[in-house]
């Protein structure tokens, strides 16, 4: 384990990690927007084959995460970490309940509970901006 520990940070491997599913999720909500707009039966499926990609791709972002903040910040547990570490969590909830959503609903987008839905994705989105914001602040110290 220590030697993927030192790999991952070596190589930065949350920073790499994390910029795919971050640039494909806020395209997902906008998917899922324009499909609840314009009744878009291919807009919802393409939002939703991308956040298949995001879900997976989370539990590498969020185990990179904490290894760098145990590494490089020793886990302290400073008031931006814990906003960080909390809109990360708020991002991969909202994003496990948001596909699962669909699945089990794949009308959803045309139903009575569109409107919560996106509200669960703009959520979603936020809660991102929010824990990529941070890490940026983080790396770059400006």
Known sequence: FDKIKSLALKHHLHPVSVHAPNGILPAAVILWILSWMFNSELLAKAAMINMVFVVLALPVVIF???????????????????????????????????????????????????????????????????????????????
């Open 64 to 142: 990179t995460g904490i290894l760098e903040w145990r590494g490089k910040y020793q886990g302290e547990p400073t008031s931006l970490f814990k906003i960080k570490i909390l809109a990360a969590t708020l991002t991969v909830v909202s994003s496990v309940i948001s596909l699962l959503w669909y699945l089990f609903d794949p009308n959803i987008l045309s139903g009575p509970k569109a409107l919560v839905f996106i509200l669960v994705n703009l959520v979603m989105v936020a809660a991102a901006g929010v824990a990529g914001y941070i890490g940026g602040k983080l790396v770059f110290k400006d």
